[in-house]
Nanobody
């Protein structure tokens, strides 16, 4: 089973930026699409962004389009989420996740498509 470890969270003022990272163990990282989700206090986990296994295709929640950028490095087994123009409503615990099935990139917004999850990293945006 793959291990996913997020890092890069923290406290930032509105309008600021953060870059999250997700490090994956194992040798099959490049076979799977990956995604980011977030969970705000009292709310359900919500889709943020996803990226195909090659990085050629991406998908974003409407609320983060044009502010967040997802990327991956299949040599280093890492995925990143560059978050710019942060807003207080971006506050939450951010999780990286790996698709259940290899070579698939569909229904990326559905958390049931993902089989492995990290522990999460806290992002707090102050107003």
């Amino acid at each position: 089973q793959v291990q996913l470890v997020e890092s890069g969270g923290g406290l930032v003022q509105a309008g600021g930026s953060l870059r999250l990272s997700c490090a994956a163990s194992g040798r099959t990282f490049s076979m799977y699409a990956m995604g980011w989700f977030r969970q705000a206090p009292g709310k359900e986990r919500a889709f943020v962004a996803a990226i195909s296994r090659s990085g050629s295709f991406t998908d974003y929640a409407d609320s983060v389009k044009d502010r967040f950028t997802i990327s991956r490095d299949n040599v280093k087994n890492t995925m990143h989420l560059q978050m710019n123009s942060l807003k207080p409503e971006d506050t939450g615990v951010y999780y990286c996740a790996k698709f259940r099935r290899p070579r698939v990139f569909s229904n990326a917004k559905d958390p049931d498509e993902y089989g492995d999850w990290g522990q999460g990293t806290q992002v707090t945006v102050s107003s």
